[in-house]
Nanobody
Framework: QVQLVESGGGLVQAGGSLRLACAAS????????MGWFRQVPGKEREFVAA???????????DSMKGLKGRFTISRDIVKNTVYLQMNSLKPEDTAVYYC?????????????????????WGQGTQVTVSS
């Protein structure tokens, strides 16, 4: 069983930066694709970014206007942690951000961007961007 704990959320002004972190409880984390999702009240949880188990491949939501180049996902295998660096934040980035692990396909060469294919989730961390 993998437990995920997010941190790093908070209140920031538009144009500012935050780095979210997601710490995993077990070493098996190192074999999982990891993803970040976000959700605002009244809307479905949406994919933001994902990274392969070895950190060699990443994927970002291409449906999010203006996301590319502002957000970067990375992972530190030694620290059992995945990060989401968010720069040039906009008010529309305000959401609860969740990290997730795809535990059913360890060592996968394919990065999944589909919410239902992630089976471990953190509790979420609030990001609020003021205008």
């Amino acid at each position: 069983q993998v437990q995920l704990v997010e941190s790093g959320g908070g209140l920031v002004q538009a144009g500012g930066s935050l780095r979210l972190a997601c710490a995993a409880s077990t070493r098996t984390f190192s074999t999982y694709t990891m993803g970040w999702f976000r959700q605002v009240p009244g809307k479905e949880r949406e994919f933001v970014a994902a990274i392969s188990w070895d950190g060699g491949r990443t994927a970002y939501a291409d449906s999010m206007k203006g996301l590319k180049g502002r957000f970067t996902i990375s992972r530190d295998i030694v620290k059992n942690t995945v990060y989401l660096q968010m720069n040039s934040l906009k008010p529309e980035d305000t959401a609860v951000y969740y990290c997730a692990a795809d535990g059913r396909r360890p060592l996968s060469v394919v990065i999944t961007t589909t919410l239902r294919e992630y089976d471990y989730w953190g509790q979420g961390t609030q990001v609020t961007v003021s205008s």
